[in-house]
């Protein structure tokens, strides 16, 4: 795909479209959260010039809908409903403007559409937006062969979504060079090199995709302070239990 972009375009998107890659453990813990979360000091967290809100009353209020990228494709990855905001006034604005393509989800639903994503090897992505009052609104479940913004920071180099805050982590003893994980990586991070898996950490942003495709065991997300902090609602209704996920 050619892209065509005015002058300053890159800097554009990066500075109104802002996603924080989730891994699976964290992302269900924003649609199973019990508790109020209302913070505004995430600039360590969310470093966008923007996005500084997370306004979460738990149990969030869950919608899903049809993923905006897979509809511009001719066989777009399935399923297509798969994008889920977050919270009102977004997901009653949602339901009352686009009933056709959105349903409200309960909270096991939200979850369970999570794992099903994760399984097919699709990544979890949290988004702020100016135009959403520079808060948290959405996670997309993104596909790197459908999704705009995970092609535009491959094809360009635009920064629209920084890491989880791990990274993944090759174990050369278990690694059998298979390649699962490189044909899986959205992010283009992992090679095949002297039969085994090697990571381009620059690349890396902590998804977990890989570790979930690996067949031996040999990849794994570890925290990895030059990732970031994670976005561990948990821990923001908790700032003292800063706990990793189990899946980390």
Known sequence: MAYLL???????????????????????AVVTIREDIPRRDLEQIIPFPIARDLVLHGPPDVAAYECPCRATKEHPCQPTQVCMVIGQPFVDFMLEHHPDITRRLTTEEAAELLRAEHERGHIHTGWFKDASAGR??????????????????????????????????????????????????????LTLADGAARLDWDKCLGCGVCAGRCPTGAMRLVRDEGKGIPLDVRALAHPFDSSPPTNA
């Open 136 to 189: 948290f609104y959405a996670i997309c479940n993104c596909c790197k062969c459908c999704c705009g913004g995970v092609e535009v920071m491959n094809k360009l180099g635009i920064g629209m979504m920084i890491p989880s805050g791990y990274a993944a982590q090759v174990d050369g003893a278990l690694c059998a060079g298979c390649g699962a994980c490189v044909a899986a990586c959205p992010f283009e991070a």
């Open 6 to 28: 005015w002058p300053g375009a890159k800097k554009w998107l990066a500075n109104h479209y802002h996603g924080k890659v989730l891994p699976l453990e964290l992302a269900q």
